[in-house]
């Protein structure tokens, strides 16, 4: 059995080891989104699928973008198409429900290049929240604190070694023009290592803070339900502090965190 967890950046398998089904292995590689799949990322998979002797073992996949059918399909036959028996393809927030609640009823939230939240009743999210995408919401997402900090930066409103540090990072490029690239926005994303750095300056401190406030406004206060909040994700993971006293703040409860969904979903796959 093989289990994947694919973002838009990155893609993380979980499989049996062949003729050892207690034994597992486990690999990174590119992110498989429905709208991005190309000819590149064909033959990378290919070769990766040949190279762990993955053919013809049932996979489990959760990824961002696979709310259509039509999403799903185009994954299902991507990975057909090496030899892999495709036994679902779910979202990556089914993913991140069963990790935390297997088959329990609570609320979970994705914080990493992108923010959403569900209510998940034990076999399906029943609710979804926030998820709208970089360009019209996201708040409180990798993207979302990345585009903050670049707009006090164009105005001029941080410490000057922060500064610095981001126009490095840009390489003493123009921000408006770079950011505007194919790969903009996860770039825009990548500055939460920045953010991540100067956590304790307080200018950085503020901005963490406003945008946890607005995913809890926009991706929790419209799921009426009182149960603690479990998070998956890479922002989650490394904000944990600063997302725990948001949410206290504002009435919430945080519960558990992982950076990653897939050994939660696999463990429970394995045991059924």
């Given at each position: 059995?093989?289990?994947?967890?694919?973002?838009?950046?990155?893609?993380?398998?979980?499989?049996?080891?062949?003729n050892?089904?207690?034994?597992?292995?486990?690999?990174?590689?590119?992110?498989?989104?429905?709208?991005?799949?190309?000819?590149?990322?064909?033959?990378?998979?290919?070769?990766?699928?040949?190279?762990?002797?993955?053919?013809?073992?049932?996979?489990?996949?959760?990824?961002?973008?696979?709310?259509?059918?039509?999403?799903?399909?185009?994954?299902?036959?991507?990975?057909?198409?090496?030899?892999?028996?495709v036994?679902?393809?779910?979202?990556?927030?089914?993913?991140?429900?069963?990790?935390?609640?297997?088959?329990?009823?609570?609320?979970?939230?994705?914080?990493?290049?992108?923010?959403?939240?569900?209510?998940?009743?034990?076999?399906?999210?029943?609710?979804?929240?926030?998820?709208?995408?970089?360009?019209?919401?996201d708040?409180?997402?990798?993207?979302?604190?990345?585009?903050?900090?670049?707009?006090?930066?164009?105005?001029?409103?941080?410490?000057?070694?922060?500064?610095?540090?981001?126009?490095?990072?840009?390489?003493?490029?123009?921000?408006?023009?770079?950011?505007?690239?194919?790969?903009?926005?996860?770039?825009?994303?990548?500055?939460?290592?920045?953010?991540?750095?100067?956590s304790?300056?307080?200018?950085?401190?503020?901005?963490?803070?406003?945008?946890?406030?607005?995913?809890?406004?926009?991706?929790?206060?419209?799921i009426?339900?009182?149960?603690?909040?479990?998070?998956?994700?890479?922002?989650?993971?490394y904000?944990?502090?600063?997302?725990?006293?948001?949410?206290?703040?504002?009435?919430?409860?945080?519960?558990?965190?992982?950076?990653?969904?897939?050994?939660?979903?696999?463990?429970?796959?394995?045991?059924?």
């Amino acid at each position: 059995m093989i289990v994947i967890e694919s973002g838009g950046t990155k893609s993380t398998w979980v499989f049996n080891l062949p003729n050892d089904l207690r034994g597992k292995d486990s690999f990174r590689t590119i992110g498989l989104h429905p709208q991005e799949l190309n000819s590149t990322k064909a033959e990378t998979i290919k070769a990766l699928v040949q190279e762990h002797q993955l053919q013809n073992q049932e996979v489990h996949f959760f990824g961002a973008g696979c709310e259509s059918e039509e999403a799903k399909v185009k994954i299902k036959k991507f990975l057909e198409a090496f030899g892999l028996d495709v036994q679902q393809v779910q979202t990556d927030l089914h993913a991140a429900c069963v990790a935390h609640l297997g088959q329990k009823r609570g609320m979970v939230g994705i914080i990493g290049t992108g923010a959403v939240a569900a209510l998940f009743n034990g076999e399906k999210v029943i609710q979804q929240s926030s998820g709208l995408g970089y360009m019209l919401g996201d708040e409180g997402s990798g993207f979302d604190i990345g585009k903050r900090l670049i707009v006090q930066h164009l105005n001029h409103q941080l410490p000057s070694e922060i500064t610095k540090e981001i126009d490095t990072y840009f390489e003493y490029r123009s921000i408006v023009h770079r950011v505007q690239e194919s790969d903009g926005r996860m770039k825009i994303a990548g500055l939460t290592k920045i953010v991540r750095k100067y956590s304790d300056d307080p200018v950085i401190f503020k901005i963490l803070k406003e945008a946890f406030s607005d995913f809890c406004k926009t991706a929790l206060l419209p799921i009426q339900e009182n149960h603690p909040i479990h998070f998956i994700g890479s922002v989650a993971y490394y904000f944990q502090e600063e997302l725990k006293s948001t949410l206290s703040s504002m009435g919430y409860e945080m519960g558990g965190v992982e950076k990653e969904a897939v050994e939660g979903v696999f463990e429970f796959l394995n045991k059924r």
